[in-house]
């Protein structure tokens, strides 16, 4: 039988090759920060890192890693079991008062990913009866949540209110309402307009969800993510998020938010019951991350001078720019092969991006994604955008 279906997967990944869309990895060399080392023949190439999600450069900080060491040596390294068997240790309860306070909620539950945060929040909460409006442009992860749920479905244009409002009204039918939107939208950088949305949630009985990955530690005055943003700390019922791009790096998920709503998916959240428990190294990284998130604005501080810099050198350098309030800078090139030249000529140049084109973006959008971190020094900046002005120009995107 699998010879069969071998020359099935053959030709299919020979169509996804000649369409221009395989993705290949390149291997890092040393620890992840805003300068890397890639394998190379040879030794290894040394670029400037502008595609990881290490918005606050904490992926190689010296006091994430002390606690992780110190954590692995009083606690061990794996848990060897799910939460409510024999999974749970003191640091991860700790770890979910600290996210609690962090965001001005009232629980909070720790998942091995955002992505099973997302997958397992919608069925537990929600049955045929009730009704889930998504944002068109929400994570993979808030759409296979919501395909796991029997709630009716309803989908509103990105950040488009008005279409939101029609949504809604349509979803009167049903008994609950829930409006679902990332924070910060992965491959756009554009913020959700979450006060409008808390407004008509308040007008039309609906509850609201916010992934809020790309936007915690980054969105906000202080980095407390769109909460902040729009001042509705703790108005919000649900919030999920992850430990592995601002707040540190790693792996882990969490969903923070009302009490009895966190309690239930302790009870019922499918992704929860049944994987591992965190190791432990990896929720003390997450407490230390948090702790240096609240004593001092530094390191947000430093991400948000980074960013504008950068965009505001590269809009005045000509490029097409997504319109963006977060350390997300969507170069626009259309072309998926062009999105794949550009960024393995900037890879000469010494700069590491990634080209995205479908299917993780629409077809005909493809682009470059630069991710700007407060590890980033000016002169890694200034040799970015200059590196993006000479392929340009070679590539015939600028004049």
Request: proline share 3%; aromatic share 8%.
């Amino acid at each position: 039988m699998y010879t069969n279906f071998q020359h099935h997967l053959q030709e299919e990944l020979k169509q996804i090759e000649s369409a221009g869309l395989y993705k290949r990895e390149r291997i890092i060399v040393s620890p992840q920060t805003s300068g890397i080392q890639v394998a190379a023949e040879g030794k290894p190439a040394e670029v400037i890192n502008f595609c990881a999600n290490n918005y606050l450069g904490l992926a190689d900080n010296p006091e994430l890693i002390a606690a992780a060491k110190d954590c692995m040596d009083r606690r061990g390294y794996g848990m060897a079991s799910v939460r409510f068997i024999c999974g749970t240790q003191d640091t991860h309860k700790q770890l979910e008062r600290a996210i609690s306070e962090f965001f001005g909620t009232e629980d909070t539950i720790l998942y091995a990913s955002c992505f099973d945060a997302n997958g397992g929040l919608f069925e537990p909460l929600l049955t045929a009866d009730d009704a889930i409006i998504s944002d068109a442009l929400n994570h993979a992860s808030i759409i296979d949540g919501v395909r796991l749920c029997k709630a009716v479905r309803y989908r509103y244009a990105n950040g488009d209110m008005a279409d939101l409002e029609r949504q809604l009204q349509a979803a009167q039918a049903q008994r609950f309402r829930i409006i679902a939107t990332d924070g910060v939208f992965s491959m756009d950088g554009n913020v959700c307009p979450l006060d409008r949305i808390y407004e008509l949630a308040q007008k039309y009985d609906a509850m609201v969800m916010v992934d809020e990955s790309h936007s915690a530690g980054v969105v906000g005055r202080t980095g407390h993510g769109v909460t902040e943003r729009y001042n509705l700390r703790g108005k919000i019922e649900v919030i999920t998020g992850t430990l592995g791009k601002a707040f540190g790096g790693s792996v882990g998920g969490f969903t923070t938010g009302r009490k009895e709503i966190i309690d239930l998916l302790r009870q019922r959240s499918r992704p929860y019951l049944f994987s591992n428990s965190l190791p432990p190294m990896i929720a003390a990284a997450g407490l230390k991350t948090l702790e240096i998130l609240t004593r001092s604005n530094e390191l947000q501080d430093r991400l948000h001078n980074n960013t504008e810099y950068f965009i505001g050198k590269m809009k005045a350098a000509g490029f097409d720019i997504k319109p963006t309030e977060s350390a997300i800078c969507a170069v626009m090139l259309y072309d998926a092969k062009l999105s794949q030249d550009f960024a393995a000529a900037l890879q000469q140049e010494g700069i590491y991006v990634t080209g995205f084109y479908y299917p993780v973006v629409p077809k005909d959008q493809a682009r470059i994604r630069v991710q700007v971190s407060a590890a980033h020094t000016r002169d890694q900046l200034d040799r970015g955008v200059n590196a993006f002005i000479k392929v340009a120009k070679q590539l015939g995107v600028l004049k």
